[in-house]
């Protein structure tokens, strides 16, 4: 697979130069966006998710880490109807933390447990009356959002499951808004912009509500063939290092999904041209108590929330083997 140029990051700032006029009206800070997000490589990310082996968004999101990309301040690992075992999952999690630690990546954080069911819509569709779970994950989003955001670098929470931790730090803390941003990979695209439905946000479609209707918010739609990433073709090209083998014995079970791939939430915070077709979109107003998915996302350019319609595909498996291949030939001496 052909490598990127080595000044990658600078390339994909520079072409996106001509976007940036439209970003002070973002109102996020003094420091422009790289891109067409409200958030770029520079903020600090907390990793929301279930299972790590359907998909590869925990080692993007390491290897962005590892190159310049965005500082994973947390990894907040719960369960999903697909992902049941919470043993397995955060087992897992600890297992892809400790091969990035071996092959010479600092500065990952361990996973954090978080359990927390499905949030119910209370009879007054009223948010504030909704009950609570207190999650591990919703304290992190609390906690490290007091630590670390800045007014014009919010902590960015970055989702491949479903939304509840998020909306259980708003029950906690109404005012974690005003210190996050929140970019998921999920639902699916409609000609007038998107639902919040399969994948992912038919999970918890009541958090769904509560997510866009109180944070900013960021749903990435565009998805692409995550077997390409690491070809079966391409597993003998995998360089000897702990994490390369990680990935070369997970890549036999990664989920053939190419509508699914959660990598894309953490590629559209870390690449500053993964993101190539960006509207600014509003959510309806109201969400019937029996709903199967969340609000509906209709295009308006003054709307409160953003949604990735497309994606720069090919550079993410450039990035992620040019990455991968700069570690280590082996484990460092300790």
């Known amino acids: 697979m052909k ?10 700032v520079l072409s996106l130069s001509v976007t940036l006029g439209c970003s002070d009206s973002r109102n996020l800070g003094s420091s422009n966006p ?48 697909n992902q049941t075992s919470i043993m397995d999952n955060i087992d897992d999690w600890h297992s892809l933390v400790d091969a990035a630690r071996a ?31 207190g999650s591990g994950g919703a304290e992190m989003i609390v906690k490290l959002s ?19 931790d998020v909306a259980d730090a708003y029950l906690m803390d109404q005012s974690v808004v005003d210190r996050t941003v929140v970019v998921s990979s999920l639902g699916s695209l409609t000609d007038t912009g998107a639902t ?10 009541w958090a769904d509500f509560i997510v866009t209707s109180q944070f900013r918010f960021v749903q990435v739609s565009a998805f692409y063939d995550q077997l390409l990433d690491v070809p079966t073709s391409s597993v003998r090209d995998l360089p000897d290092n ?27 915070v870390g690449l ?20 199967t998915a969340g609000p509906q996302l209709t295009t308006d350019p003054n709307g409160s929330a953003w949604l990735v319609r497309r994606c720069a595909a090919s550079q993410a498996g450039e990035f992620f083997w040019k990455a991968l291949l700069a570690l280590p030939a082996s484990a460092p001496a300790h």
């Open 146 to 164: 007091k630590k670390l955001s800045l007014p014009y670098r919010p902590l960015v929470v970055v989702t491949g499951g479903r939304l509840t």
């Open 242 to 268: 702990p994490l390369a083998k990680w990935i070369m014995a997970k890549q036999p079970g990664i989920w053939d999904l190419d509508k699914a791939a959660d990598q894309v939430a953490v590629l559209s």
């Open 34 to 81: 790289h891109g067409l997000l409200p958030v770029d490589e520079r903020n600090p990310i907390l990793l929301v998710n279930d299972g790590v082996k359907d998909n590869w968004q925990g080692a993007y999101a390491i290897l962005l880490a590892s190159s310049g990309g965005p500082r994973i301040a947390g990894i907040a690992v719960g369960t999903s109807p």
């Open 3 to 12: 490598a990127p140029p080595p000044n990658w990051f600078a390339v994909a």
């Open 272 to 291: 500053p041209s993964f993101a190539v077709e960006v509207d600014r979109v509003s959510p309806a107003g109201t969400l019937a108590a029996d709903a």
């Open 196 to 205: 919040m439905s399969d994948p992912n946000g038919e999970m918890d479609p």
């Open 103 to 133: 092959s010479g990546i600092s500065d990952i954080p361990d996973p954090t447990t978080s359990l927390g069911a499905k949030l119910v819509r209370p009879p007054t569709g009223q948010i504030l009356a909704t009950k609570a779970n």
